[in-house]
């Protein structure tokens, strides 16, 4: 098949949620993808924040194809035990923060957590959900509920009922927000689809003693920062944040659809038979791919290399807020998850489409921004060919307006 006949079979067949951009990718190798007539180009947006190893990685293939080739979903699913669950388990249990004991699977961030939110509820007893502005959480009724951001709540009013938000960042709204109608509040330690919003250094730390004091539980949403995209495994437990829920997805499998929440012991001791579940919970294919995934994170210790590429794209594009002034507003980040925020929505179309033009494919965020969150796994000379590309594609829209 040519582009030309996969565009017109998708612009008639596929759901018209989103304003498409016109490549058929076909194939990927490590952090290039190339389109139907063998066009490259280079992925700055790892299928948003997904495929952290690479495309193609022969991890996840031999992984697939061995699991596959046993057992991709148990008999009687959560019910009988499995080794690639218990292998995958026990590697969690080396990087989660020490007093997340208990864990459970699931297919995708949203679900995961429309489930913390509704355990949260039934271990306090309460029904209210503290979120923030700005936040993403998920696109099911209850995860939009929880979503600070009008344009993924407002079309789907009515919302569903007990959800309160507060300003990101701002301790002194969230303790005036708490009161004992609170089950929990639901955080990202690093806004993500909000622009990458970064915290000062006490927020997360003070957000969680505010939760302790009010008996109210602290699910931190780790779906876009979790599996070192921002450097350590995880933000929680690396700045002294009592989470007692950690919910993931994205980065866990590379790209398998795949998530997961994991809660204390105290949580877990109040919980029931019965009280979740879900047909898919920790499928031997997912977990295979899981486990697969996560090893080669550690073995090849990518915290040290994200925080290394990470510190070099970010002084390096921290340097075009003064060259580029007119441009470019703010560079900010931590790791590979970094946003360049342009000075309004239409020089950051333009210098996305130039990106495009160029064979480099990034994420515009919230209109003004571009969110660049690469393979955890890129090489030094890839990041730099994509940092030239983008430098490039400023100048050009600069040159031209001016
Ligand atoms: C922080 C955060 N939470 C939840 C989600 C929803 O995940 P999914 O799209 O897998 O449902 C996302 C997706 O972007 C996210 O960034």
Redesign the pocket.
């Known amino acids: 098949m040519l582009s030309k006949e996969t565009f017109e079979i998708e612009d008639t067949y596929f759901a018209p949620f989103f304003v498409k951009q016109k490549i058929s990718i076909e194939k990927g190798d490590g952090v290039y993808v190339w389109d139907e007539e063998g066009r490259r180009y280079l992925d700055f947006t790892a299928g948003?924040?997904v495929t952290c190893i690479g495309h193609a990685n022969p991890v996840i293939t031999d992984a697939l194809v061995d699991q596959g080739r046993k057992i991709i979903q148990n008999p009687n699913s959560g019910l009988t035990y499995s080794p690639a669950r218990a292998r995958l388990l026990s590697l969690l249990a080396g990087i989660l923060p020490l007093h997340l004991t208990r864990v459970f699977f699931t297919n995708?961030?949203?679900?995961?957590?429309d489930a913390a939110i509704k355990l949260a509820r039934k271990v306090t007893g309460r029904p209210e959900i503290v979120s923030t502005y700005q936040?993403?959480?998920?696109?099911?009724i209850s995860?939009a509920s929880a979503t600070g951001q009008a344009k993924n709540r407002d079309r789907y009013r009515p919302l569903m009922p007990n959800y309160r938000f507060v300003p990101y960042n701002d301790l002194d709204a969230l303790e005036s927000s708490l009161d004992e109608s609170v089950a929990a509040v639901i955080l990202?330690p690093i806004q993500?689809?909000g622009g990458i919003r970064i915290p000062s250094d006490d927020y997360l730390k003070g957000v969680s003693e505010l939760c302790k004091k009010n008996g109210s539980l602290l699910i931190m949403?780790?779906?876009?920062?979790g599996f070192f995209r921002t450097g350590p495994a995880f933000i929680t437990g690396s700045c002294g944040v009592n989470a007692d829920f950690l919910?993931m997805?994205?980065g866990i499998a590379g790209g398998f659809?795949f998530?997961a929440f994991a809660m204390s012991e105290e949580v877990a001791e109040k919980l029931e038979i019965g009280d979740h579940g879900g047909t898919y919970c920790g499928n031997p294919l997912g977990c295979a791919v899981s486990y697969a995934v996560i090893k080669y994170l550690i073995d090849n210790n990518i915290s040290k290399k994200v925080e290394e590429m990470g510190r070099l794209a970010l002084n390096r594009m921290q340097q075009w807020e003064s060259a580029y002034g007119d441009a470019v507003a703010e560079v900010r980040g931590k790791g590979l998850l970094i946003m360049i925020e342009f000075q309004n929505e239409e020089i950051a179309t333009k210098i996305k489409d130039e990106c495009l033009a160029r064979g480099l494919l990034v994420t515009q965020t919230q209109g003004i921004g571009i969110r660049i969150f690469p393979a955890l796994n890129i090489k030094k000379g890839e990041l730099e060919e994509g940092l030239h590309i983008i430098e490039d594609a400023i100048g050009s829209v600069v040159n031209r307006s001016s």
């Open positions: 948003w924040g995708s961030g949203a679900e995961t957590n936040s993403f959480h998920g696109r099911t995860t990202e993500g689809e949403d780790e779906i876009q920062t919910t997805a994205k659809p998530g």
